[in-house]
């Protein structure tokens, strides 16, 4: 029963291997037939442009009649013309669409071909089932057994050959795959079910048999048969394993096997499947040898035999493209960076087995090699695939080293070296798959260096230095790599070249913020452990506002570096880093803490405040100077208008509650002297009382400025500030102030409206843009 499932494995195998071998033929003869008919329609140009030239110039209209030209009889022995004969054409090659098969192509294809392989498959299940049934009735003994499908297996190579010679070319390749996959099960019967051979002897009978194999294919050219050899072969080592395995002699035997199935790929280019099945064969082997067999007593042979295999793939690969032999070159491509990523990957396992501190040497010696290799081809044949694929290996194999070496902020600190070396070589040779690795890197280093301990938060027990510590060079390095290969991509000529530079740009930017932000905290951090009780709330305090203020200062930085260098990708994440800027201090900037330390006017929160507020006024006037034409950018003018005027209404509202608070908490500590319950109501409803009075003069200055410069925006703003004074005074005023608070908060506000309301007649002209103020008459 294991006989007839191995026989099954191996037609599903042949037919596999059958259909690619038929498919590679397929190929090449339609890329044989596209070359004659570029070369075809060619020559047709060429003789087209040639009759072009040769038409005499149309004669135009109008003009007189040309006279005509005498016909005369050639002189008694003058030489006649000879007539120049038309250029001769190529041969028109057939059409690539074959036309449908006939009724009786069907029939031959079917009665001369499909029966040949079912009758041979047949054969061999025949043979197989009279092994098993003689086996188990002891009919004859083990060795005639044995012998009987040699001599079986030996009569049908010979019948083929006598078949051949006849010009039955298809009934003799049956007979050949029949003959032949009797003596395998010959051998493996003679093995591993009787026990007649031992494992060096049956390993030579298989062996032969696979000698026998490909000579036949060669004698047929028959990729089938040849793919029968290489199923074979491979097969060989688990048909006759014993469970103990000697390393040298299997992987000697697998290496013997590979120069054959090489040699032959390399005779018979049709045979092109060979080669990446006879790689997929040893290196699975190598595999399956690494994950159950492997001693520590092996590395040594394991090692030798797997630079061996990489040797000699690698050395057909080289010889194919110095022969300048290559068909299908973008598959030899990819199967040779294929091959080399395998072999790596085992490389890798069998060092981690013993050897862990051999893996970096082990891997840049292998880069080297590419390297090498690669400085080798652009010698001969410059900058173009052949070149590509050594280098970029060469390139990964050194990325993966320093991953493997370095860790943490080093690593990060190495990738960013080497992904802005593959982008400026992807840039500066025009080699697209640089490029992209180098960015891939740049990618890894960002996610390697967030993943990083301690880059997002110092240690609270080390000692830190703002700015100058191996974190901050680390952030630096990265936004100057991304930087500088922004510029560099600059250069490209790409149709993404243009939004990749954009996302560098951009990204580089928010490098530097994330450093800017990581130092301020650790900073205040550290003053905050080194500081005493009493000041821990006040250093929390400014670092809540500052941290705005040098986001502020930084995007400020940034616009001006956007506009004056035209790059938008740098102008626009400052202004959304100072829109963060004010929208955290809006929030944060409207109480003071601790509120007893509070002094009007004369403190911290009044200078950051007015300090984002002149960034905000300067990235304002950077923009008007330059206004771009993006959405995003016409909106930039209100938006930063509109922010400016919020952080000083912050401001205002701000300092007149927290002096009242700070009233309050004074009142608290001295609550035995005074009458608590009063003191407290007269401070809250002058708190009140004042803050809308606040709210009120600042809309008086913000519409006087706004029907001075002739800005409707403020004005606008100023009529809104307006509004919220109005519903303030209406809807808690009215309801929680006592009498007098309320006489005095309505009667200002009726004054101010009225004034409000004349001054929009006096300036109607002005605020309408007739340019002439309206006087009573």
């Known amino acids: 029963m294991v006989a007839l499932l191995l026989l099954t494995l191996f037609a599903c195998v042949v037919l596999f291997a059958l259909g690619l071998g038929r498919m590679a033929v397929l190929t090449s003869r339609i890329a044989a037939l596209e070359e004659r008919l570029s070369a075809a329609l060619a020559h047709i140009g060429e003789i087209e442009r040639a009759l072009r030239a040769a038409e005499p110039a149309a004669r135009p209209a109008g003009r007189a009649r040309t006279p005509r030209r005498r016909v005369t009889a050639p002189a008694e022995g003058a030489a006649l013309p000879v007539p120049v004969p038309a250029p001769a054409l190529p041969p028109v090659p057939a059409q690539s669409r074959r036309p449908s098969r006939t009724k009786e192509e069907w029939e031959a294809l079917i009665g001369g071909k499909l029966l040949n392989r079912i009758g041979a498959l047949a054969l061999i299940l025949g043979v197989a089932f009279f092994l098993q049934y003689a086996f188990a009735n002891d009919w004859i003994t083990e060795p005639v057994r044995v012998l009987i499908g040699v001599l079986i297996g030996g009569a049908l190579i010979a019948l083929a050959a006598r078949a051949a010679a006849r010009n039955f070319t298809v009934f003799a390749q049956g007979l050949v795959g029949a003959g032949i996959a009797i003596l395998y099960l010959s051998a493996y019967a003679s093995f591993n079910y009787y026990h007649l051979l031992s494992q060096p002897v049956a390993f030579l009978f298989m062996g032969a048999v696979t000698v026998v194999t490909f000579t036949q294919a060669f004698r047929y050219d028959s990729l089938a048969v040849a793919l029968l050899g290489w199923l074979g072969g491979f097969l060989t080592p688990f048909l006759l394993s014993t469970g103990d395995v000697n390393t040298t002699g299997l992987f000697a035997y697998i290496a013997i096997l590979d120069a054959g199935l090489l040699a032959a790929a390399w005779r018979k280019p049709a045979w092109m499947p060979i080669e990446p099945l006879a790689m997929a064969g040893t290196y699975l082997i190598y595999a399956l040898w690494l994950g159950e067999s492997y001693t520590a007593g092996a590395f040594i042979p394991g090692a030798l035999f797997l630079v061996l295999f990489w040797l000699m793939f690698h050395a057909v690969h080289t010889a194919r493209f110095a022969a300048d032999s290559v068909p299908r070159r973008s598959f030899r491509l990819t199967l040779a960076s294929l091959h080399g990523a395998v072999f790596y990957i085992l490389l890798y396992v069998l060092l981690d087995q013993d050897h862990a501190e051999w893996r970096v040497p082990a891997t840049l010696a292998a880069a080297i090699m590419y390297f090498s290799f690669a400085l080798a081809v652009r010698r001969r044949s410059g900058l173009d695939g052949e070149f590509l694929q050594p280098a970029l290996t060469g390139a990964i194999l050194l990325v993966v080293a320093t991953h493997i070496e370095f860790s943490a902020l080093a690593l990060v600190q190495y990738w960013t070296v080497e992904a802005l070396a593959l982008v400026w070589g992807g840039t500066q040779w025009r080699l697209r798959s640089f490029w992209w690795t180098g960015l891939a890197v740049f990618l890894m280093a960002i996610v390697a260096l967030v993943a990083a301990p301690g880059a997002m938060a110092g240690s609270p027990a080390a000692p830190f230095t703002l700015l100058l510590n191996r974190r901050a060079f680390t952030f630096a390095l990265l936004a100057a790599g991304l930087a500088l290969s922004g510029v560099i991509t600059g250069r490209a000529e790409w149709p993404v070249a243009g939004g990749v530079r954009t996302i560098l740009h951009v990204a580089w930017t928010w490098v530097l913020f994330v450093l800017l932000t990581v130092e301020t905290n650790d900073w205040f951090a550290t003053a905050i452990r080194n500081a005493g009780v009493a000041q821990e709330q006040h250093i929390a305090f400014l670092r809540t506002l500052g941290l705005p203020v040098i986001w502020g200062a930084y995007g400020l930085a940034l616009v001006a570096t956007g506009v004056w260098r035209s790059l938008r990708a740098v102008k626009t994440p400052g202004l959304i880093m100072v829109f963060l800027a004010a929208g955290v201090m809006l929030i ?106 606040g709210w009120v003069v600042f809309s008086i200055l913000l519409m006087a400025l706004g029907i001075g410069t002739r800005s409707r925006l403020e004005r606008v703003e100023a009529i809104i500030l307006f509004g919220a004074a109005i519903l303030k005074i209406f809807i808690y005023d009215l309801s929680f102030l006592q009498t007098l608070y309320r006489i005095f908060s309505f009667a200002g506000l009726g004054i101010v409206l009225l004034g409000v309301s004349w001054l929009y007649q006096r300036y109607r002209g002005v605020i309408l843009g007739g340019g002439e103020s309206t006087r009573p008459g």
């Open 588 to 693: 944060r900037g409207l109480t003071y803490e601790p509120v007893s330390e509070f002094t009007p006017l004369l403190n911290l929160r009044v200078l950051l405040l007015l300090l984002l507020a002149a960034e905000c006024a300067l990235a304002l006037r950077l923009i008007t100077t330059r206004p771009g034409t993006a959405p995003l950018e016409r909106t930039t003018v209100p938006a930063l208008q509109v922010t400016i005027v919020l952080l000083l209404l912050v401001l205002v509202t701000g300092e007149i509650w927290d002096y009242y608070a700070h009233g309050i908490y004074a009142l608290a500590l001295n609550a035995g002297s005074v009458n608590i319950a009063g003191e407290l109501s007269r401070l809250q409803n002058l708190r009140q009382l004042f803050l809308s009075a």
